[in-house]
């Protein structure tokens, strides 16, 4: 009897030990009693009715990534081309998420490549290449908007890879090419018309400087020769004033001497001397001088008669 009870007591205890569940954080479990919902278990402790209760589905409520292949789309202007996409998603119902779609990941990759589909068709391959923002934020919408009834929230999609035909890639490269070289082309032609553009103004400024030089120097010029001809206008001043001053003094001298007639009358030899010896062809002689010299005749005269 009391290996019964001991028996009994075992079956509890591992039944209970069995339908005791701890939830971890961030993750719920989905519990159906008699093979309907019942609840969701949360983070904690938490204890199942055995053989009635059972935990359909452990739920990720992190958000979670899906990387799908590369998905063949076709651009408004015929261009083949394979883009791969990336999708961030969280669950934000774990009801619906469990009871919502059989299989709602794979709903997810299939309704991202036809949104995908739909989105470059209704733009050329350059808009397709430059335009990444707004068909992520396009995609994020739709996507959102289709998952919702799944409990699903996506928070965001990227465009991981746009690989284009082969024939484009090369037709693209060769484009870059020419991109680049005309922009080299352009950063040359550029550089020698800057570099013309200074040695021009080098010479204009050197010109200048050498106008204003040669200006500077003509002023120089001009007032080093005024200041000369003041200096000689100022020394021949000087000497004119010297001579009439020497004049002045000899006439003064003259006058304080009181000379003689025979004495001024010599003076006046002296002085037609000087006249004669010039190259005047008239000599005016002073009325003084013609008497002198008659009377010198006179004289030789009565010399004779003696």
Not at 10 to 17: G, H, K, N, Q
């Amino acid at each position: 009897m009391l290996y019964v009870f001991i028996g009994i007591a075992a079956v509890i205890f591992l039944l209970f030990i069995t339908n005791v569940h701890i939830v971890p954080q961030s993750h719920a479990f989905v519990v159906e009693r008699l093979g309907s919902y019942h609840s969701t278990w949360n983070t904690g402790l938490h204890f199942k009715l055995p053989f009635f209760d059972r935990i359909a589905r452990r739920i990720n409520l992190m958000e979670q990534v899906a990387d799908y292949p590369p998905q063949p789309v076709i651009t408004k202007d015929n261009v083949r081309m394979q883009i791969d996409t990336v999708v961030f998603f969280q669950i934000t119902d774990c009801k619906l998420f469990a009871y919502g779609h059989a299989n709602p990941m794979a709903a997810i990759e299939n309704l991202t490549a036809t949104t995908l589909r739909n989105i470059i068709g209704d733009l050329e391959l350059d808009n397709t290449l430059t335009s990444r923002d707004i068909i992520n934020t396009k995609m994020r919408a739709l996507l959102d908007e289709a998952t919702d009834p799944w409990g699903i929230k996506v928070t965001r999609v990227e465009l991981k890879n746009i690989i284009p035909p082969k024939e484009i890639q090369e037709a693209m490269e060769k484009q870059m090419k020419a991109e680049r070289e005309r922009r080299e082309s352009i950063l040359r032609a550029e550089g020698e018309k800057n570099s013309t553009i200074l040695v021009a103004q080098g010479k204009k400024e050197s010109k200048i400087l050498e106008a204003e030089a040669e200006k500077q120097s003509q002023i120089l010029r001009a007032e080093a020769a005024k200041e000369a001809k003041i200096r000689e206008a100022e020394g021949e001043a000087a000497a004119i004033l010297s001579i009439q001053k020497a004049t002045a003094d000899g006439i003064r001298m003259i006058n304080e001497a009181n000379p003689s007639s025979a004495v001024l009358t010599i003076k006046g030899y002296e002085a037609l001397e000087r006249v004669a010896d010039g190259q005047a062809t008239k000599i005016i002689i002073p009325s003084e001088i013609q008497n002198l010299a008659g009377l010198a005749t006179s004289v030789k005269e009565l010399v004779k008669d003696k």
